[in-house]
């Protein structure tokens, strides 16, 4: 039985609105109740591995009523969202206290974790909609917290192409329940097979697309990104580009072309076009830049071409390559704006011009940064290695060996890029102000979660070894995209 389902969407919206009831009873509240909610969400992620079924909400039957599901996919973003959501709520416990109000904070960041559970979860594309607005709104509203102008500016940019991409997303909703009749993903795929590929089906997809391409900053569709992710307060950009654009946008795509509409030659040659750009663009992008989040913001666009390559060759192999990266990615880019946040915490800047020698100051995040930067750069045995590697040699079985060439150089190109990161930041000569004064002491909640996470990206590189992860994590979300058709 799975009854309790419905709580991964119940908990953090049921903790968010009793906050501003209860929280100002005391101080810490807010801090207590919003890492106990996540830690119960993490906990009951774990219980989903190996599980699958259907819930039925209320009294309406299918189609009217609403439905989640629960498959190998289903399962791992789970894990992902609520496992670094967890982290990253641990960490927030310390970094918020420079900003206004963490009982606001916890309320928009538990929010955003409900909309994207009930994203991963959903059945039907109009919950589905909803949650992703739910968690789009969040994170809007997260991305000004600060309130300065620089986040302000950048949440207007983020607020804007993420209006107009949800308004695609339904476009494209009302467009295919007129041509259908139904609004259940398996429903819509049973007779979108028996309609011809006409001008409507396809116009409907390129809807989805567009929207989803946002949500998943995939370049040419990028342009938000590199605003909000370096302006957010660093546990939220740690959310951004570690979770919610895989959640809400890589996700959600891969599900409605593999699942519903169904991978055709033609659509898998524009996503490997579309993956190629996205790697090398990003990775050029990130190169130059000296500010260390927005470098990380870029590389988030190049690690989602390599999620989105794999995904394009159409084959098991790719599949799960990129589902893996895809947690990879997840964890050592979480922990790679943790660390920003931690220097930034600590010294007042994160302008790589202006640090220098903070692996003495700064043991632990100095030493879990380079976990991430090696993980991230592909170096074995770091999980990145692994991921990248089953991808390029999904890319050689499938005979795509330009697209393997094109992974293998921008690989290189991403390790140049953290090379120059840890050398100006933590392990060259102090410069700017770094030299001027010892930096802060990271707090030991921030520390405890940038260790858990360098832990995860460690423990994830076990998953390559057979029989250990791979048959219960990784194997059972490609399969779930695998499979097709969703069949009611």
Same mark, same amino acid.
């Not at 009831?21 to 807010?30: C, D, E, I, T």
């Not at 599980?51 to 009294?59: D, E, I, Y």
């Not at 590189?461 to 992860?469: D, E, H, K, N, S």
């Given at each position: 039985?799975?009854?309790? !389902?419905? !709580?991964? =969407? %119940?908990?953090?919206? $049921?903790?968010?609105?009793?906050?501003? !009831?209860? $929280?100002?009873?005391?101080?810490?509240?807010?801090?207590?109740?919003?890492?106990?909610? !996540? /830690?119960?969400?993490? /906990?009951?992620?774990?219980?989903?591995?190996?599980?699958?079924?259907?819930?039925?909400?209320?009294?309406?039957?299918?189609?009217?009523g609403i439905e989640l599901r629960l498959d190998g996919l289903t399962a791992l973003l789970l894990l992902i969202i609520n496992g670094v959501g967890m982290a990253i709520a641990m960490y927030s416990t310390a970094y918020m206290r420079q900003y206004t109000s963490k009982l606001r904070y916890y309320t928009l960041f538990l929010c955003m974790i409900a909309g994207m559970n009930g994203v991963v979860l959903a059945n039907d594309l109009f919950t589905l909609y909803i949650f992703v607005e739910l968690s789009s709104i969040a994170s809007y509203a997260l991305v000004a917290f600060g309130g300065d102008q620089e986040q302000l500016e950048a949440s207007f940019k983020y607020l804007i192409q993420g209006s107009l991409a949800t308004l695609l997303i339904l476009l494209g909703i009302g467009l295919l329940y007129a041509l259908t009749g139904s609004l259940h993903l398996g429903q819509i795929a049973v007779k979108l097979r028996s309609l011809p590929a006409g001008q409507p089906v396809l116009f409907a997809l390129a809807l989805f697309i567009s929207g989803l391409a946002v949500k998943s900053a995939i370049v040419p569709f990028h342009a938000w990104l590199p605003d909000a992710h370096p302006a957010a307060p660093a546990p939220i950009s740690a959310m951004l580009s570690g979770v919610l654009i895989k959640a809400i946008g890589v996700y959600v795509l891969a599900r409605l072309i593999f699942n519903v509409f169904g991978p055709a030659p033609r659509l898998l040659l524009i996503f490997q076009g579309l993956a190629v750009l996205s790697m090398v663009v990003g990775v050029l992008l990130a190169i130059g830049q000296w500010d260390m989040k927005r470098l990380f913001a870029y590389?988030?666009?190049?690690?989602?071409?390599?999620?989105?390559?794999?995904?394009?060759?159409?084959?098991?192999?790719?599949?799960?390559?990129?589902?893996?990266?895809?947690?990879?990615?997840?964890?050592?880019?979480?922990?790679?704006?943790?660390?920003?946040?931690?220097?930034?915490?600590?010294?007042?800047?994160?302008?790589?011009?202006?640090?220098?020698?903070?692996?003495?100051?700064?043991?632990?995040?100095?030493?879990?940064?380079?976990?991430?930067?090696?993980? =991230?750069?592909?170096? &074995?045995?770091?999980?990145?290695?692994?991921?990248?590697?089953?991808?390029? /040699?999904?890319?050689?079985?499938?005979?795509?060996?330009? %697209?393997?060439?094109?992974?293998?150089?921008?690989?290189?190109?991403?390790?140049?890029?953290?090379?120059?990161?840890?050398?100006?930041?933590?392990?060259?000569?102090?410069?700017?102000?770094?030299?001027?004064?010892? &930096?802060?002491?990271?707090?030991?909640?921030?520390?405890?979660?940038?260790?858990? %996470?360098? %832990?995860?990206? =460690?423990?994830?590189?076990?998953?390559?070894?057979?029989?250990?992860?791979? &048959?219960?994590? =990784?194997?059972?979300?490609?399969?779930?995209?695998?499979?097709?058709?969703?069949?009611?």
């Open positions: 039985m799975l009854d309790w !389902l419905p !709580l991964f =969407i %119940l908990i953090p919206l $049921g903790t968010a609105f009793l906050l501003p !009831l209860v $929280g100002r009873w005391w101080r810490l509240l807010p801090d207590l109740l919003g890492n106990a909610a !996540l /830690l119960a969400l993490a /906990l009951m992620a774990v219980r989903c591995l190996g599980r699958s079924g259907f819930v039925q909400l209320g009294a309406w039957p299918v189609p009217l590389h988030s666009i190049s690690q989602i071409g390599y999620v989105v390559l794999g995904l394009s060759l159409g084959t098991p192999l790719g599949a799960v390559g990129a589902l893996y990266h895809l947690l990879n990615h997840s964890l050592f880019k979480s922990l790679l704006f943790l660390n920003a946040g931690a220097v930034e915490y600590s010294t007042g800047t994160r302008d790589l011009h202006e640090l220098g020698g903070l692996h003495r100051a700064l043991p632990v995040t100095a030493r879990t940064s380079l976990i991430a930067s090696l993980s =991230i750069a592909g170096i &074995p045995p770091f999980n990145g290695f692994w991921s990248k590697l089953i991808i390029i /040699l999904a890319c050689v079985e499938s005979g795509h060996y330009w %697209l393997g060439t094109w992974a293998i150089a921008v690989s290189i190109l991403t390790l140049a890029s953290f090379l120059k990161v840890q050398r100006y930041a933590f392990f060259g000569g102090p410069q700017g102000k770094g030299a001027d004064a010892p &930096p802060a002491r990271t707090p030991w909640l921030m520390g405890a979660a940038m260790v858990l %996470l360098a %832990l995860a990206c =460690i423990a994830s590189a076990l998953a390559v070894i057979p029989g250990l992860a791979q &048959p219960w994590l =990784i194997e059972p979300a490609a399969a779930a995209l695998q499979k097709g058709f969703w069949v009611p």
